[in-house]
């Protein structure tokens, strides 16, 4: 048994914690985190630690924290705080009250990844109570705006409030496994161009029906024959279409936006090329975002300590695996260059789910693991 285990005031701390978080609201769009990032804040102060809060577009705040340790390289444990917006299905258990019941805590962001974050305050207040010498520090990087292209993964960058980092921590939900792949988040506005004309005499080229014809051609042709040993194919997703002037009128223009999840060695430019091939003359093609693949290789001596820490509390590690959501290590990892490992308690696939919900177990464990993924990372 680990000695990072939460006792039974420990875990309630933790369970009242994530409950409060919960009933701070933080849904992104519309994307505003002046609520929940004070509340934040102030648990870390409480802890005696180093805080800091950047408010770096109106209501949009990262919230930093600091364990100090020596002079090495630091561990950066990664969550944010913004979640996804509620939609408008009927949820049995409120979005924001935090109910309980079998074990599960409910609402929205309690997978995705409130859980995550203050199972990461929880392991930041064991190890800070613990006396432990560090060899670096231990950040608390808790960003805004990670649904909104990362910015605050990005403002920290643009600071330098992550220039000592030597490993990266990331609580996105994983069912408490390792993962060490994420495909890359290329988003495109593609352009078909086509000539007004009236519907009465059939004039015109609809650029609707160019765009329609184009579409129908990517799902089996875009990325044939390209395969990862973790993440699968690449995939692609049709998330919008604007078109149209009138109904009497043929369309001249007619845009569909593409969400492309692309595998680490493919670069944004040569999916485009070949998008391009496909489409022929009179298309264009804009690039919404790029948030490229991240891949840490299966024997970086931090993929093995983290397989380690989840061992001695959960008595064994599945192998590493990879996973198509994008994270604020995609903005980070290309930039720092360092290893980065995505363990988190929120079921995989749970993220956006009406009745969101979390174990209250996994939250526990995470809290131990991420204690003693710090104690062997940054061990004195």
Known sequence: MSRWQLDD??????????AALIRHPSPDPPGDESEIAPFVAGQLTSLGLDVETDEFLPG????????????????????????????????????????????RLYGRGAADMKSGLAAMVAAAAKVAGSGTRLSGDLILAFSAGESTGCIGAKRMLETGALADAGWLLVSEPTSLDILTAE???LWLDVTAHGETGHA??????????????????????????????????????????????????????????????TLPGQSASAVIDKLAAMAGDGFGFQVIDDKPPVETPADDPFVAACADA??????????????????????????????????????????????????????CDAAAVYAEIAARTLAA
């Not at 699968?232 to 049709?238: E, F």
């Not at 930039?335 to 174990?359: K, N, T, Y």
């Open 9 to 18: 005031h420990e875990r309630q701390e933790l369970t009242e914690l994530l």
């Open 60 to 103: 949009r705040i990262n919230v930093l924290a600091r364990i100090k340790g020596g002079g090495g390289p630091a561990l950066v444990f990664s969550a944010h705080m913004d979640t996804m917006p509620t939609g408008d299905g009927d949820w049995h258990h409120p979005p924001f009250a935090a109910e309980i019941a079998d074990g």
């Open 183 to 185: 495909t890359g988040a």
């Open 200 to 261: 009465s005499g059939g004039g015109g080229t609809n650029a609707i029906r160019r765009l329609m014809e184009f579409l129908e051609k990517l799902p089996g042709d875009l990325f044939q024959g390209q395969m990862h040993p973790l993440l699968g194919q690449p995939s692609l997703a049709v998330n919008g279409l604007h078109a149209g002037h009138a109904p009497n009128i043929s369309p001249d223009r007619a845009r569909a936006t593409l969400d492309i999840r």
């Open 310 to 363: 989840l061992a001695a509390v959960k008595g064994a590690a599945k192998p590493p695996g990879g996973v198509h959501y994008f994270s604020d290590s995609n903005v980070l990892v290309p930039a720092l260059g360092i290893p980065r490992v995505i363990i988190g308690p929120g079921e995989l696939g749970m993220s956006g789910r009406q009745d969101e919900w979390v174990s209250l177990d996994a939250v």
